[in-house]
């Protein structure tokens, strides 16, 4: 193919209906006929980047392996296409006016008004096309955030409309809307989705395909309706009806015809059926387990449903991958003690202690961790989670009272987690962390470098502080070893306990690297742990 195709996903009556989701099935069928993929998504709010919101306002913080911290629909993304993601996959409303603002206040304007259209829908199509251009890609989707007639995401969809008159044939819109079924009519309304239509009309913008959420099935009448009011042809209604699991996605599409119906929009000839023979092997083994295992989640934002997303998938596919069903049992840190840790831990056949920022909970994850050290669980540490290990294990086996990260305790007297020398100069918060993917040289003859098989890794951080090395040999003779390290910088990377069945904390994200195709190794061997705990195996 000669020339980039543009796919545009906007999404009306209400958020949360999927998007991103749809957008990542999209690029799973294209990929599966062979098509070069790149996503995107473009962020109508005003920061630039999630990295500084709260996870209660915004969810996971994704980050990608150039260190760009991301929504965390490009994990959706990363997962369903097994192609790693970047910064230019994100683009917010923050960026693209702090981009135009820089260049006002250097002088590329040459003294002209700057205005939304042309300087700001400008800088959002230079966007976009840079991606495009970047990887000579079959297909580009772009995925809109929010909802259309939202004041925020106005001059998104104004940029959408004038790439439309510029491309021609070479663009699609596909458009997710609700249809929803009111249980009293005991029938469902289109009523919504042809409002919304009509809203993206009026902001210039005619959708060639609808993909309609529901939660009964839609009728031949009910699509020649939608086709009806909405100026698309029938064929070009697909059903989304609502799905066990997420990764159901693509095979529900697939049998909706809706990668025929963007090649048809898009005048490409659809040759052969796409090859999707692994992604359905996998969904046969998530859906027919042959044993459960219990995990415990331990974290201080349980309770927010995305705030663990890519943990939580990459449970999916390490059990997938183990045959198994992890159950996780949400634990939430701030509400545990040791006058309660039997109560919520026991039972349990692995302990994950989670990532996070701040001292809310930290007291009830250390717990935790000291729990399964004692009880030999399988246990995963993952950042902060490691960082409480080095603690615990400083306060509890080496008998350092009071034994902190500076993070939280800056007059500790014994300081086993201080943050990076390089960082100690620097204020804010965004920006300032360790971020995306870096080396580290697993040590032969430990349990990770079994587990991966290869000396040499490389993985996603997001962190300030680190191991303190002062103490790396007083641990090591004690039993906790420092097997992979940062050679370049000298930081300790990873991180195993001698004489327990498996216990290892990583300073990294492995979650943000695993995806149903490679579903990470770290996760796949501690479910394996966790099924020989549970069967009493070692």
């Known amino acids: 193919m000669s020339k980039t195709k543009f796919i545009f996903v906007t999404g009306g009556v209400t958020s949360s209906l999927g998007k991103g989701i749809i957008s990542a099935s999209i690029a799973r069928l294209l990929v599966s006929r062979g098509f070069t993929v790149a996503i995107q998504k473009l962020d109508p709010y005003i920061n630039i980047d999630p990295g500084t919101l709260n996870p209660y306002e915004h969810g996971e913080c994704y980050v990608t392996d150039d260190g760009a911290e991301t929504d965390l629909d490009l994990g959706h993304y990363e997962r369903f296409t097994n192609v790693p993601t970047s910064q230019a996959n994100n683009v917010t409303t923050g960026v693209i006016y702090q981009s135009v603002i820089s260049k006002e206040r250097k002088g590329e304007f040459l003294g002209e008004t700057v205005q939304v259209i042309p300087h700001i829908t400008d800088e959002?199509?230079?966007?976009?096309?840079?991606?495009?251009?970047?990887?000579?890609?079959?297909?580009?989707?772009?995925?809109?955030?929010?909802?259309?007639?939202?004041?925020?995401?106005?001059?998104?969809?104004?940029?959408?409309?004038?790439?439309?008159?510029?491309?021609?044939?070479?663009?699609?819109?596909?458009?997710?809307?609700?249809?929803?079924?009111?249980?009293?009519?005991?029938?469902?309304?289109?009523?919504?989705?042809?409002?919304?239509?009509?809203?993206?009309?009026?902001?210039?913008?005619?959708?060639?395909?609808?993909?309609?959420?529901?939660?009964?099935?839609?009728?031949?009448?009910?699509?020649?309706?939608?086709?009806?009011?909405?100026?698309?042809?029938?064929?070009?209604?697909?059903?989304?009806?609502?799905?066990?699991?997420?990764?159901?996605?693509?095979?529900?599409?697939?049998?909706?015809?809706?990668?025929?119906?963007?090649?048809?929009?898009?005048?490409?000839?659809?040759?052969?059926?796409?090859?999707?023979?692994?992604?359905?092997?996998?969904?046969?083994?998530?859906?027919?387990?042959?044993?459960?295992?219990?995990i415990g989640l331990v974290g201080k934002y349980v309770e927010l449903k995305d705030a663990y997303k890519s943990i939580n998938e990459a449970f999916i596919h390490a059990g997938a991958a183990n045959e198994c069903r992890v159950v996780v049992k949400s634990i939430h840190s701030e509400y545990m003690d040791e006058s309660n840790a039997n109560e919520k831990l026991k039972g349990l056949d692995g302990i994950l202690v989670a990532p996070g920022f701040g001292e809310r909970g930290i007291e009830g994850k250390i717990t935790a961790i000291k729990y399964a050290r004692e009880q030999g669980?399988?246990?995963?540490?993952?950042?902060?989670?490691?960082?409480?290990?080095?603690?615990?294990?400083?306060?509890?086996?080496?008998?350092?009272?009071?034994?902190?990260?500076?993070?939280?305790?800056?007059?500790?007297?014994?300081?086993?987690?201080?943050?990076?020398?390089?960082?100690?100069?620097?204020?804010?918060?965004?920006?300032?962390?360790?971020?995306?993917?870096?080396?580290?040289?697993?040590?032969?003859?430990?349990?990770?470098?079994?587990?991966?098989?290869?000396?040499?890794?490389?993985?996603?951080?997001?962190?300030?502080?680190?191991?303190?090395?002062?103490?790396?040999?007083v641990y090591t003779n004690a039993g906790m070893t420092p097997v992979g390290l940062n050679e370049k910088d000298n930081l300790v990377e990873i991180i195993e306990l001698k004489d327990h069945p498996w216990f290892i904390g990583v300073q990294f994200h492995p979650e943000y690297r695993s995806t149903v195709a490679n579903p990470h190794p770290l996760f796949v061997s501690f479910v394996k742990a966790a099924i020989d705990h549970a069967s009493g195996t070692k």
């Not at 920006?431 to 580290?440: E, I, Q, S, V």
Request: aromatic share 8%.
């Open 377 to 473: 669980i399988p246990f995963l540490g993952i950042c902060l989670g490691m960082q409480c290990a080095v603690i615990e294990f400083g306060r509890n086996v080496l008998g350092y009272k009071g034994a902190h990260s500076t993070e939280f305790n800056r007059s500790t007297p014994y300081p086993v987690i201080d943050m990076m020398e390089m960082q100690k100069k620097i204020s804010g918060l965004g920006g300032t962390m360790r971020l995306g993917a870096y080396p580290c040289r697993l040590k032969k003859g430990s349990l990770v470098y079994d587990i991966f098989g290869i000396e040499h890794i490389s993985e996603r951080h997001r962190h300030r502080y680190e191991f303190n090395n002062e103490y790396k040999e």
């Open 124 to 294: 959002i199509k230079y966007r976009i096309k840079i991606l495009a251009n970047r990887g000579n890609f079959d297909f580009l989707i772009t995925e809109i955030g929010g909802t259309v007639g939202d004041i925020e995401s106005l001059p998104f969809i104004e940029a959408v409309r004038q790439m439309r008159w510029e491309l021609g044939k070479n663009s699609v819109v596909v458009h997710l809307t609700l249809v929803p079924f009111l249980a009293a009519a005991g029938e469902l309304k289109t009523k919504p989705t042809q409002h919304s239509v009509k809203m993206l009309q009026e902001q210039g913008v005619q959708p060639d395909i609808i993909v309609c959420r529901t939660e009964k099935n839609l009728n031949e009448g009910l699509r020649n309706k939608i086709a009806l009011f909405c100026n698309v042809t029938t064929s070009s209604v697909i059903e989304c009806i609502d799905a066990e699991t997420i990764y159901d996605v693509p095979i529900l599409m697939k049998k909706e015809n809706l990668d025929l119906e963007i090649l048809k929009k898009a005048g490409i000839p659809a040759e052969g059926e796409p090859d999707l023979e692994e992604w359905k092997k996998f969904l046969h083994k998530l859906k027919n387990p042959v044993r459960d295992v219990q």
